[in-house]
């Protein structure tokens, strides 16, 4: 267990839906982290995460949030960097430095732009049936992948030399992209990186899903 966590604390509960790629990097940086913490999954078919009561947590009414003895917060990049400034561990997931935490503020906001337009899209259509463009999100993911090949090329991890929370915040849709029809084959750059991660000490992989024809 995390030094930091108080003995007497209750585990951090996690409000999740299990194929989420925003509730599974939390779920990854808690298990990283070695924090006690609680599953709650909810029935996202049946609007659970749009109850009175679960929007007390959560205003959007999205998935994940977590309490941590009374402290609530959702927003799954905003979770990793508390997680991580709350119980610190001797492996810098937040660098303080400047150069490093820009580069990894950089790859938490493509997290929440190009990952999400991209492969995170395309999953959402061939997974959950979402009325969006597929063909878009393909294209998106593309030219994503385009720009982290050559990044994973020269270095092991997005931010430099060592895993970071931009590599937990970028990993499970990216891992997961051909569940959208994405193909990771043309990026073996790429391909290693999720490797790397999933060789970590604590790693727990996402729920998979039916991996469609790749067209």
């Known amino acids: 267990m995390h030094g ?32 006690p913490h609680e599953i709650v999954d909810l029935n996202l078919a049946a609007k659970e995460h749009k109850s009175a009561e679960f929007l007390q947590l959560s205003p959007f009414g999205l998935v994940p949030a977590i309490d941590d003895n009374g402290f609530v917060l959702s927003d799954s990049n905003a979770i990793l960097v508390y ?32 990952i999400a337009s991209g492969p995170c899209a395309a999953r959402l259509v061939k997974v959950f049936g979402a009325p969006l463009d597929h063909d878009a999100a393909r294209n998106k993911s593309g030219a994503l992948f385009r720009v982290m090949e050559p990044v994973l090329r020269e270095r092991p991890y997005l ?49 998979p899903s039916a991996i469609p024809e790749l067209a």
């Open 4 to 35: 930091n966590f108080p003995a007497d604390a209750a585990p951090i509960k996690l409000y999740r839906s299990p194929k989420s790629g925003h509730c599974h990097r939390v779920q990854l940086m808690l298990s990283f982290l070695d924090l």
């Open 83 to 114: 997680l991580t400034r709350k119980y610190p561990a001797e492996h810098p997931w937040a660098p303080q430095d400047p150069e490093t935490a820009a580069e990894v503020q950089r790859w938490l906001s493509v997290a929440a732009g190009e």
């Open 159 to 207: 931010a430099g030399s060592a895993i970071t929370i931009a590599d937990v915040a970028g990993y499970s849709y990216i891992a997961h992209a051909p569940e959208g029809g994405v193909t990771l084959e043309p990026y073996p750059s790429i391909r290693a990186w999720l490797a790397r991660i999933e060789a970590q000490p604590g790693f727990v992989a996402m729920v």
